[in-house]
């Protein structure tokens, strides 16, 4: 039995470093590469069941030493990937973050190495298993919050990694309680098998982009509408086709008015992260406008071409008019350079004269689009 599990634990870590390096091969994206560098690590971590089919044995008085190395290794990479996951890079406090945590592991290599523990196991493991459990759990977080589709089989991804980071943070205090340990080890290597499962589900059967066929034929292009029911009466069928929201819409709205493929970022103080599916609503913040436009480019990258947004004028209380509108013409021109379609919506009344100004001079007046009625009409 014990034979089987430490088989289990052995191939789920290598399915599990084989679905992130090619999702890192896929995408080309720096936060996958981290993270199947701390897979692969993990794949060949320092413990027996790994290393005696490879025929590799540890001599006992470095084995203390060496056995904690790879959860440093592993953890630096985990919160460093997770951080370009979430922010798409790197920012000055996370190389603060990440340099303190690698200052610590030195120190504390050092002091295994003198002995400075006198062989307390609890002791040697408290660190090193805690900074692992915690990188474990909060890259599954993002994973959750960020990246991950709401899917069952994608879902165990995170799920599994938050059970591996869990047993982690127990790990020194529970290692010695033999009853214990076994169960621990066998929903270790469960929580490996749902984490490699999922990755498997997620890297190599990822949910349908909307690469289809639009509902109706739309131009490219970047216009403004007075308010919804312009858009409306210009489109009538404007909100059948699968797109990225930047709204106020509630997430009880967002159902009625978008399709179950769109994705919508409800601009809100309120909450933050997934808060809905069909259409998947993800709660962010009006400060967090580089994180946002990082989303909405994401989104477009992986296929959509009609862009929505209603939130400028709450971006604009929220942030001042000039940095909303350099999130906006950031978004405008990505989506432009894709051959999508972006409408904002934008009341005269909402903005000063001048504001209002250079967004008539940035954006096409929507009764431009698609040889409407009231254009034949003139």
Same mark, same amino acid.
């Given at each position: 039995?014990?034979?089987?599990?430490?088989?289990?634990?052995?191939?789920?870590?290598?399915?599990?470093?084989?679905?992130?390096?090619?999702?890192?091969?896929?995408?080309?994206?720096?936060?996958?590469?981290?993270?199947?560098?701390?897979? *692969?690590?993990?794949?060949?971590?320092?413990?027996?069941?790994?290393?005696?089919?490879?025929?590799?044995?540890?001599?006992?008085?470095?084995?203390?030493?060496?056995?904690?190395?790879?959860?440093?290794?592993?953890?630096?990479?985990?919160?460093?990937?997770?951080?370009?996951?979430?922010?798409?890079?790197?920012?000055?406090?996370?190389?603060?973050?990440?340099?303190?945590?690698?200052?610590?592991?030195?120190?504390?290599?050092?002091?295994?190495?003198?002995?400075?523990?006198?062989?307390?196991?609890?002791?040697?493991?408290?660190?090193?298993?805690?900074?692992?459990?915690?990188?474990?759990?909060?890259?599954?977080?993002?994973?959750?919050?960020?990246?991950?589709?709401?899917?069952?089989?994608?879902?165990? *991804?995170?799920?599994?990694?938050?059970?591996?980071?869990?047993?982690?943070?127990?790990?020194?205090?529970?290692?010695?309680?033999?009853?214990?340990?076994?169960?621990?080890?066998?929903?270790?290597?469960?929580?490996?098998?749902?984490?490699?499962?999922?990755?498997?589900?997620?890297?190599?059967?990822?949910?349908?982009?909307?690469?289809?066929?639009?509902?109706?034929?739309?131009?490219?292009?970047?216009?403004?509408?007075? @308010?919804?029911?312009?858009?409306?009466?210009?489109?009538?069928?404007?909100?059948?086709?699968?797109?990225?929201?930047?709204?106020?819409?509630?997430?009880?709205?967002?159902?009625?008015? *978008?399709?179950?493929?769109?994705?919508?970022?409800?601009?809100?103080?309120?909450?933050?992260?997934?808060?809905?599916?069909?259409?998947?609503?993800?709660?962010?913040?009006?400060?967090?406008?580089?994180?946002?436009? @990082?989303?909405?480019?994401?989104?477009?990258?992986?296929?959509?071409?009609?862009?929505?947004?209603?939130?400028?004028?709450?971006?604009?209380?929220?942030?001042? *008019?000039?940095?909303?509108?350099?999130?906006?013409?950031?978004?405008?021109?990505?989506?432009?350079?894709?051959?999508?379609?972006?409408?904002?919506?934008?009341?005269?009344?909402?903005?000063?004269?001048?504001?209002?100004?250079?967004?008539?001079?940035?954006?096409?007046?929507?009764? $431009?689009?698609?040889?409407? $009625?009231?254009?034949?009409?003139?």
């Amino acid at each position: 039995m014990a034979d089987s599990i430490a088989l289990l634990n052995f191939l789920s870590r290598w399915i599990l470093f084989a679905a992130v390096a090619y999702k890192t091969y896929r995408t080309q994206d720096k936060g996958w590469a981290l993270i199947s560098a701390a897979a *692969f690590i993990n794949a060949l971590d320092v413990e027996a069941y790994i290393l005696t089919p490879l025929g590799i044995t540890i001599p006992k008085p470095v084995y203390t030493v060496s056995s904690k190395i790879p959860n440093f290794y592993v953890s630096i990479l985990a919160l460093w990937g997770s951080f370009h996951l979430k922010y798409k890079k790197t920012s000055f406090r996370h190389v603060l973050c990440l340099s303190a945590i690698l200052v610590i592991s030195y120190v504390w290599i050092f002091l295994l190495a003198v002995d400075a523990f006198h062989g307390n196991f609890a002791l040697n493991s408290s660190f090193p298993s805690l900074l692992l459990g915690g990188s474990i759990v909060y890259l599954s977080v993002v994973l959750w919050n960020y990246v991950i589709p709401r899917r069952l089989w994608d879902r165990l *991804f995170p799920i599994g990694l938050f059970i591996v980071g869990v047993l982690n943070l127990t790990y020194p205090v529970t290692r010695n309680i033999e009853w214990y340990s076994h169960v621990a080890f066998f929903t270790a290597a469960l929580g490996r098998l749902l984490a490699a499962l999922g990755a498997f589900t997620f890297v190599f059967y990822p949910i349908s982009e909307p690469s289809g066929p639009q509902r109706i034929e739309l131009k490219s292009g970047a216009y403004f509408a007075k @308010d919804v029911k312009e858009v409306t009466r210009t489109i009538p069928d404007f909100f059948q086709n699968d797109l990225v929201a930047v709204t106020r819409t509630s997430p009880h709205e967002a159902r009625r008015r *978008f399709t179950p493929a769109s994705m919508v970022f409800w601009v809100t103080k309120a909450r933050e992260g997934q808060v809905e599916e069909a259409p998947t609503v993800v709660a962010i913040s009006p400060t967090k406008l580089g994180i946002l436009q @990082d989303l909405v480019v994401r989104e477009v990258e992986q296929g959509f071409r009609v862009v929505y947004i209603d939130a400028f004028e709450y971006l604009s209380v929220e942030v001042g *008019f000039q940095n909303a509108m350099k999130f906006l013409l950031s978004v405008r021109d990505f989506v432009l350079s894709h051959g999508g379609l972006l409408i904002l919506i934008a009341s005269p009344e909402a903005f000063k004269e001048q504001e209002f100004k250079i967004i008539q001079r940035e954006f096409r007046d929507i009764n $431009e689009l698609l040889g409407t $009625e009231e254009k034949k009409k003139a």
